[in-house]
Structures are given as structure tokens and as C-alpha cells.
């Protein structure tokens, strides 16, 4: 297989990149290096710098016998995409579509598309099924879930195939506490630096924390299985940001009292995510719970 990731040189998109060059794949990586960083980069793969809404996008497709892309290029930030909703739908929306054409005009086999819990917003029960209904509490839901249409109908259209993740919050290493956002990596910046980590709200909000290096087999095995499946990626678990910062006091041998901030339009209170449907068609299940998971990530940053 050829490869194509989106966002390759970012958190997911270069974890993922290492564990399919060490699969033996060839990976072509298109990045922006908006957010993501060279020094993620593995030497092996081929690297564009370059945004998935340009043209010049054509040249990659042309250049390379692509069969397969993994697309994780993204705008990820909520708080950004109340701001500017416009930068938000131009990135995420527009830019997928531009990588879709490509993928029919050179006959990819197969697209699988990094879609986020963020598209369920507030939920009506828990855990939240793929089937739950779409009532997404900002701009970056919206603009993560609008590309899951257009995947749907160009497979209709072109035969395209495609897996299309929804994945929980995830965390680990290479995420960028002053650029992409993730809460598990802030607080172990601020917590490493002896810090007292911020909460928006009162903490006891819940998220479902999904390790990226379990989000990086789920995509591997969609290379194989998984056809025109739309699946959760995620523990099915849910900790409390208060959780977050007392498994992270007990790991770093600390006791930082958090400050309690007003909480942020955008977010929802509770989430997890039912993981059944990927179990079964992938025979994927999450290796890292949630305490060896910080363990791991806390060792990484020290």
C-alpha cells in the first residue's frame, strides 16, 4: 500500500505515521506545519509541506500511486472555531472536499476520515452510540461532521470506500500543550512545571480519554477491515477532569490545587463513547487504561 496522511506531521497524524512505516508501508505525509512540527516528522516518509485546500495538492496525487489516505489535517480547536467559524469550515470542510476530488480523480481505494465525539454535543444518554443523534454545541462539530456526508456520497457516487472515526478525547504523546488544545496534555505541562492547572467549570465534567496509540491500531486495521463502517473510537469509560488531576498529583508525587474558572461556550459536560460496533468489525479494543495511559504520557514529557 501507498499511503497518504493528512496532518502527518501533527499528534495522531505522526504517531500514525511511525506505526504504519513500521507496518512497512510507504507514507506520503501532507502538512501544513500550521500546527503540526517537522521534528515529529519520520525521516521515512515522503513529506509536503503543504494545506489540503490548495491546488498544488494534485501534484502529491500525481506524483505518488496513492491507494489508501488517512486524513487527519484539520482546524481542532473549538474555542477557535467560535471565533472564526468561517477559518473553521474552510479548513475542514472545503479542504476535504478538495482531497475527495483528488481521491476520484486518481481512483483511491480508500479513505478513512478522522471525524470527533464533538459532532454528538450535549448527549441524551450514555454511552453515546453511533447512532445517537447529531447536535453538535459548536462550529468544529459542525464543520467535523458536514466532511462525513460528503465521504458518504462520494462512495456512492465513485465506489470510494471509507471508514470514518469518531474518536473520544484523545491523549499522549506529541500532543502540543500550546497549540492543539488537549486538556491531559496541558495539565501535565502546567502540573511538570509546578503549576496549578486551570478547570474550566467545577471539574467534575467527564470525557471518555482514548490513548493515541490505540487510536493508531484502530487505523491500521481499517486499511484491511472496516469498509463503509462509521465507528466510535474510545474507551467507553468515563473520568472526571478532577480525576485528570488527581491521577496526575498521585503519578508526579504533587499536590497542586487546581483554579476554578468560568466554564467555556462549546463544551458539554459528559461524555463517553459505546465502542462495541468497532470492537466487532475491527476486532480492535483499547490496550491502555486510563492511569497507564497518563503514566506513559507523564514519562514521555518529563
Not at 444518554?125 to 453538535?136: G, N, S, T, V
Not at 462520494?154 to 470510494?160: E, H, K, M, T
Not at 506529541?174 to 488544545?181: F, L, N, V
Request: hydrophobic letters at 35%.
Amino acid at each position: 500500500m501507498q499511503i497518504l496522511v493528512t496532518g502527518g506531521a501533527g499528534f495522531i497524524g505522526s504517531n500514525l505515521v511511525d506505526g504504519l512505516i513500521a507496518k512497512g508501508h510507504k507514507v506520503i505525509v501532507v502538512d501544513n506545519l500550521s500546527t503540526g512540527k517537522k521534528k515529529n516528522l519520520n525521516q521515512q516518509a515522503e513529506f509536503y509541506q503543504l494545506d489540503i485546500r490548495n491546488e498544488e495538492l494534485k501534484k502529491v496525487f500525481a506524483a505518488n500511486e496513492i491507494t489508501h489516505v488517512i486524513h487527519h489535517a484539520a482546524q481542532i480547536d473549538v474555542q477557535h472555531s467560535i471565533k472564526d467559524p468561517s477559518f473553521d469550515a474552510q479548513n475542514n470542510i472545503l479542504g476535504t472536499i478538495n482531497l475527495l476530488e483528488n481521491c476520484r480523480e486518481h481512483e483511491v481505494a480508500k479513505i478513512i476520515y478522522a471525524s470527533s465525539a464533538a459532532v454528538y454535543g450535549e448527549p441524551e444518554y450514555l454511552p453515546i452510540d453511533e447512532e445517537h443523534p447529531i447536535k453538535a454545541m459548536s462550529p468544529y462539530g459542525i464543520s467535523k461532521h458536514t466532511p462525513e456526508h460528503y465521504i458518504k456520497m462520494y462512495s456512492q457516487l465513485y465506489n470510494l470506500k471509507y471508514t470514518i472515526f469518531r474518536y473520544a478525547n484523545a491523549y499522549g504523546p506529541r500532543q502540543d500543550p500550546k497549540g492543539e488544545g488537549g486538556v491531559v496534555s496541558i495539565f501535565v505541562d502546567q502540573m511538570l512545571a509546578q503549576k496549578r492547572p486551570h478547570i474550566f467549570g467545577d471539574g467534575q465534567q467527564t470525557r471518555d480519554f482514548i490513548h493515541v496509540y490505540d487510536i493508531v491500531k484502530a487505523n491500521i486495521l481499517a486499511l484491511k477491515s472496516g469498509d463503509n463502517s462509521l465507528l466510535n473510537i474510545s474507551t467507553a469509560n468515563r473520568d472526571s477532569v478532577n480525576d485528570l488531576v488527581a491521577n496526575l498529583n498521585q503519578i508526579s508525587a504533587y499536590d497542586l490545587k487546581p483554579i476554578y474558572e468560568e466554564a467555556r461556550p462549546g463544551d458539554i459536560l459528559h461524555s463517553s463513547l459505546d465502542n462495541s460496533k468497532a470492537k466487532e468489525i475491527l476486532n480492535w479494543s483499547p490496550a491502555y487504561d486510563f492511569k497507564a495511559g497518563l503514566e506513559q504520557t507523564v514519562e514521555f514529557y518529563s
